[in-house]
């Protein structure tokens, strides 16, 4: 889709950021990381242009690891030098954590008002939901 350039381009074409490339709807599969089990849901994402946003909620998983709180797969790496944002909407895995940051395809979660990373919380029956919208 090309949209009218505000001002007229001196080439008579439209300039790249006036023109949408990409819109794509589609699901994901990701992983609970360093969970000890390597649970997965299947989550949602969309695509406009350079912009990608997802959601995907764990729900019922038994957590034998409280390693590092990653979730693998997102369907698309994250552009070089950006860091997109991740939120934790709700859930049992993690506590004393919002949300995060997506690095290369994964979601990186970090601990309430600090830089450290988050760790799952160790139980059974626990869920998650994760959303957020980063640059590729």
């Not at 979660?109 to 830089?115: E, G, L, P, S, T």
């Not at 059974?124 to 994760?130: L, S």
Request: a neutral charge.
């Amino acid at each position: 889709i090309s949209f009218p350039t505000p001002s007229p381009a001196s080439s008579g074409t439209p300039n790249a950021s006036s023109v949408l490339d990409a819109y794509e709807e589609g699901t994901w599969t990701g992983t609970m990381a360093n969970d000890g089990v390597g649970n997965y849901a299947t989550g949602v994402y969309t695509r406009i242009g350079n912009l990608l946003s997802f959601q995907i909620y764990f729900s019922s998983k038994n957590i034998t690891s409280g390693g590092l709180a990653h979730v693998t797969g997102l369907p698309y790496s994250a552009a070089n030098g950006y860091y997109g944002i991740s939120n934790y909407l709700h859930g049992t895995s993690i506590i004393n954590c919002k949300g995060g940051y997506v690095n290369g395809a994964t979601i990186q979660n970090v601990k309430d008002n600090q830089y450290a990373q988050a760790f799952w919380v160790i139980s059974n029956n626990t869920e998650g939901m994760f959303a957020g919208t980063y640059r590729i």
